[in-house]
């Protein structure tokens, strides 16, 4: 229309557009989104639904048709286009004939239309977010006596029925129990829980599942076979995933995406992709093997790389826990585990799950979860991702749970040598490295011996540690005076045995005293201790209480000496001030 052409009332340029000199379209105008334009308009063209559809057809078939229905689901699966497709088959009648309820809406009947577009008298719909109060519901209350206009039955869909006030709820409840035979309830919600049983055990349930990915691939492709759009499989693919099972939420994504190709183009994985903020799943799948073999910097290098090219650092975390959980699938049921998604990257998961025991990658799962928790928490995302990777490629080498339960009970095997993280070794010091002998006569895997770092010079190293104070001893010999302290003050044993200590921490010992002897028992003997914290057991006393203890007593047995009653009398009014003693009796004795 012409802003200049004024010959008739009906071509007046629009007062909003007047002196502008804009032609604006109006084909945007009318565009009916996607969710709206391909909502169902017959049971049939419900997916995943089957169980609710076949039941609703034996229950019109025979008659049993309940007075109240409650549907319940997640957002977007189809809840209030049921609640409409319900109330046409309660009214269903076909040229002006009384043909009775029926499921089979094709062709519509003479009140589907309107019943549809929300315009029927006898069909009233009330979205209980926004009408919460028993106001509201005496309303639906004294309208219900009455009998139908036009239709067979009044019907009173009650959408998220669960914002109901306790008082709406009570005053539903006579109602419901004994309804007029004209009149049928509804009820729609998502929050099935807040709902009180005395509402629910007056209605007919029906919860409408999520939908499948490969379903709701497959109707994806439908529409866009329809709208003569093209978009690539791997992009339909991830807007299923991220739609989780929503209907609703996937047309919206696919309306979104649509706008994304230039002419006749298709629309690619990576064009989804991006819009989607989502990283790369074979650079997050890259990124989880890093972390699984303990290769920080990698981690971090890589976690970088990716935030840089636009990833959201918690969809990296859920990306993470998706190839966690595929991976445990593969370990525990094998080849029966659906890895079509990864395509030529299902190499890499498998080889994964070999890798990793069942319990590492449970206490991969535990890890991740909880850095989730704290990457949506923290001021900064990326850097609670990133801490949360350093911590994992640290656990990497530690023993896996089985075998530390297995080193609580039994300890290592005699005359083997376990070094998960060997220290890098200088080409001047390689001639240092010696073989072991293992415990079947051959020879084990030599260890890296930094130059300054040595293993105790007679015997095996664990076999020489026999107590706590033998550990406080090699501490005094390299010179760990700090640690030594920390474990003569802090440390109440629980249990002792060469390669496995279990402590009960004191009030005042650090969180990391466990990681810190570790490193050391493993850097200085060569063999790998598994030191762990136990809060509930009762722990003997620390040697510093020993030592105290024992000073006490030997100062009251040189006070009640003949002896020093002796001096005593000699020098009237003296007093012992101070008994000195050896400065390593108590370190080195078991007494």
């Known amino acids: 229309m012409s802003t200049n052409d004024s010959?008739?009332?009906?071509?007046?340029?629009?007062?909003?557009?007047?002196?502008?000199?804009l032609d604006l379209p109006t084909q945007a105008e009318g565009y009916q989104v996607l969710a709206r334009k391909y909502r169902p308009s017959c049971f049939e063209d419900l997916i995943g639904q089957d169980p609710m559809v076949r039941t609703l057809t034996n229950a019109f078939a025979t008659g049993r048709i309940a007075h109240a229905f409650m549907l319940t689901g997640v957002r977007g699966v189809g809840k209030t286009t049921t609640a409409r497709l319900l109330a046409r088959a309660l009214n269903y009648e076909r040229d002006g004939t009384e043909n009775g309820p029926s499921i089979n809406l094709d062709p519509p009947g003479v009140h589907c239309d309107a019943i549809a577009a929300s315009r029927h008298v006898?069909?009233?719909?009330?979205?209980?977010?926004?009408?919460?109060?028993?106001?509201?519901?005496?309303?639906?209350?004294?309208?219900?006596?009455?009998?139908?206009?036009?239709?067979?039955?009044?019907?009173?869909?009650?959408d998220e029925v669960h914002m109901l006030s306790t008082s709406a709820f009570n005053a539903l409840l006579k109602t419901l129990e004994e309804p007029p035979p004209h009149a049928k309830f509804i009820f729609a919600t998502t929050e099935i829980r807040k709902v009180p049983v005395t509402v629910l055990s007056r209605c007919q349930r029906f919860d409408l599942a999520r939908i499948g990915r490969e379903q709701l691939i497959a109707h994806l492709q439908g529409i866009c076979e329809k709208?003569?759009?093209?978009?690539?499989?791997?992009?339909?693919?991830?807007?299923?995933?991220?739609?989780?099972?929503?209907?609703?939420?996937?047309?919206?994504?696919?309306?979104?995406?649509?706008?994304?190709?230039?002419?006749?183009?298709?629309?690619?994985?990576?064009?989804?992709?991006?819009?989607?903020?989502?990283?790369?799943?074979?650079?997050?799948?890259?990124?989880?093997?890093?972390?699984?073999?303990?290769?920080?910097?990698?981690?971090?290098?890589?976690?970088?790389?990716?935030?840089e090219a636009g990833a959201d650092p918690l969809i990296i975390m859920r990306d993470l826990l998706d190839?966690?959980?595929?991976?445990?699938?593969?370990?525990?049921?094998?080849?029966?585990?659906?890895?079509?998604?990864?395509?030529?990257?299902?190499?890499?998961?498998?080889?994964?799950?070999?890798?990793?025991?069942?319990g590492q990658l449970a206490r991969l799962w535990q890890m991740l979860l909880k850095a989730l928790d704290e990457a949506r928490l923290a001021p900064d995302p990326l850097s609670a991702t990133e801490m949360a990777l350093i911590r994992i490629c640290s656990a990497a080498n530690l023993p896996g749970p089985e075998e530390a339960a297995r080193l609580l009970r039994e300890g290592p095997p005699q005359g083997t040598v376990e070094n998960p993280d060997p220290a890098p070794v200088s080409p001047s010091s390689k001639n240092k490295s010696r073989p072991v002998a293992s415990s079947s006569g051959g020879a084990a895997p030599a260890i890296q011996v930094q130059p300054d770092v040595a293993p105790l010079p007679k015997g095996e190293p664990m076999a020489q540690l026999h107590s706590l104070e033998d550990v406080v001893v090699l501490l005094n010999e390299k010179r760990e005076m700090q640690l030594g302290a920390l474990v003569r003050r802090c440390m109440r044993l629980v249990s002792f045995r060469p390669g496995a200590i279990v402590f009960e921490p004191g009030p005042d010992a650090p969180a990391d005293l466990a990681p810190q002897l570790t490193r050391f028992l493993r850097d200085n003997t060569g063999q790998t201790w598994l030191i762990s914290?136990?809060?509930?057991?009762?722990?003997?006393?620390?040697?510093?209480?020993?030592?105290?203890?024992?000073?006490?007593?030997?100062?009251?047995?040189?006070?009640q000496s003949q002896q020093m009653q002796d001096i005593l009398e000699a020098f009237p009014g003296a007093k012992i001030l101070n008994i000195r003693m050896p400065d390593k009796k108590m370190e080195t004795s078991n007494d």
């Open 7 to 21: 010959s008739s009332d009906d071509q007046l340029p629009d007062p909003d557009q007047a002196g502008l000199g």
């Open 122 to 158: 006898d069909v009233m719909e009330m979205d209980a977010a926004s009408h919460t109060g028993i106001n509201d519901i005496r309303e639906i209350l004294e309208g219900v006596r009455y009998a139908p206009v036009s239709a067979r039955y009044k019907v009173y869909i009650i």
């Open 227 to 307: 709208e003569g759009a093209k978009v690539a499989r791997d992009g339909l693919a991830l807007i299923s995933r991220a739609a989780e099972g929503s209907v609703r939420d996937a047309l919206s994504i696919l309306d979104q995406a649509l706008v994304q190709e230039e002419g006749n183009s298709e629309v690619s994985g990576e064009d989804v992709r991006t819009m989607l903020g989502l990283a790369d799943r074979t650079r997050v799948l890259e990124l989880f093997v890093l972390a699984a073999r303990g290769d920080a910097v990698g981690c971090c290098t890589e976690l970088q790389s990716q935030f």
């Open 323 to 358: 190839h966690c959980h595929q991976c445990t699938r593969v370990k525990v049921v094998g080849d029966a585990a659906g890895l079509e998604d990864y395509g030529d990257s299902a190499a890499i998961v498998r080889s994964i799950a070999s890798e990793q025991s069942l």
């Open 533 to 559: 914290l136990d809060g509930k057991a009762k722990g003997a006393p620390t040697l510093a209480e020993k030592k105290k203890t024992h000073e006490a007593q030997l100062r009251a047995e040189i006070e």
